[in-house]
């Protein structure tokens, strides 16, 4: 699960040797295209822990390894469970397309059946693998074309200031898809980086919150090192801690193929 909870770092630009600061966004858009494009290495290796705690307060804990890649406006991510044995070597892989005219493909590989199921744009808001986040959420980024989206204001969170931005789909069909009638994205202003999402579901109903944590950067990019995702409906929560990130090792293209998410990952 390459669940990467979204961070990025404002640029300041130079003209006639004096520092211009960037123009502030006026739109909800602007703030997205902000995150959208932001610095998050050419690629990425991190290990990541799983924690799935339900109402009662069991908890199951699984571990992962995931890795992605830019391909200029394009990028590729792919996802390996290493335990424990019942999901081990399951994989995700998703191949994310800036043409908005392209939809996104994604992969779930599934050991026990030696199958590779296809995830259509209609499962988008089919959840993964037991954990609060949907197939769509595990995306770098939301897709932009699929919101109407509203600058609601600033707020502050924890110290930061942050753009409040809301996304509504753009069709009944998007919101049956998606799974949600509404988003609410917090992104801090220092960094374009959203640290808390809102998610409303299809009735209009508060559904779920994401919170990003453990911020730094590593390697001179701002990294989220944890997150938590809480469902208020079933009191269902997942969090996440990632951990040993190395940015910008060149990452082989094999790596994030059909072929390869069936050989599993051999730690190589």
Avoid: C
Avoid at 11 to 18: F, N
Avoid at 127 to 138: N, R
Avoid at 191 to 196: A, E, P
């Amino acid at each position: 699960m390459n669940i990467k909870l979204l961070w990025i770092a404002v640029g300041l630009t130079t003209l006639v040797s004096a520092p211009v600061i960037a123009a502030e966004p006026t739109t909800g858009l602007e703030v997205m295209k902000r995150v959208e494009a932001r610095d998050d290495g050419q690629d990425l290796k991190q290990k990541m822990k799983q924690r799935l705690i339900d109402k009662r307060g069991n908890v199951r804990e699984r571990e992962m390894i995931s890795f992605s890649k830019d391909y200029g406006l394009d990028s590729k991510s792919v996802s390996y469970f290493l335990s424990p044995a019942n999901v081990r070597d399951t994989a995700m892989l998703t191949w994310d397309y800036a043409d908005e005219a392209k939809d996104d493909d994604q992969w779930l590989y599934l050991p026990a059946l030696k199958k590779v199921r296809r995830i259509s744009s209609s499962d988008r808001g089919d959840y993964f693998m037991g954990t609060d986040f949907t197939f769509e959420d595990i995306k770098q980024t939301p897709e932009l074309p699929d919101y109407n989206w509203t600058l609601l204001g600033s707020d502050n969170i924890e110290g930061f200031d942050v753009w409040v931005v809301q996304a509504v789909p753009k069709t009944k069909q998007l919101i049956k898809d998606l799974g949600y009638s509404k988003v609410v994205y917090h992104v801090r202003k220092d960094i374009d980086m959203y640290i808390k999402v809102d998610f409303w579901d299809k009735k209009g109903r508060e559904l779920k919150h994401l919170v990003s944590n453990g911020i730094k950067q590593i390697d001179g990019i701002w990294t989220a090192t944890g997150g938590v995702m809480s469902n208020v409906q079933t009191n269902h929560k997942t969090e996440l801690v990632f951990s040993d990130h190395e940015y910008n090792t060149g990452l082989s293209d094999r790596m994030f193929t059909e072929r390869m998410i069936k050989r599993g990952y051999r730690g190589k």
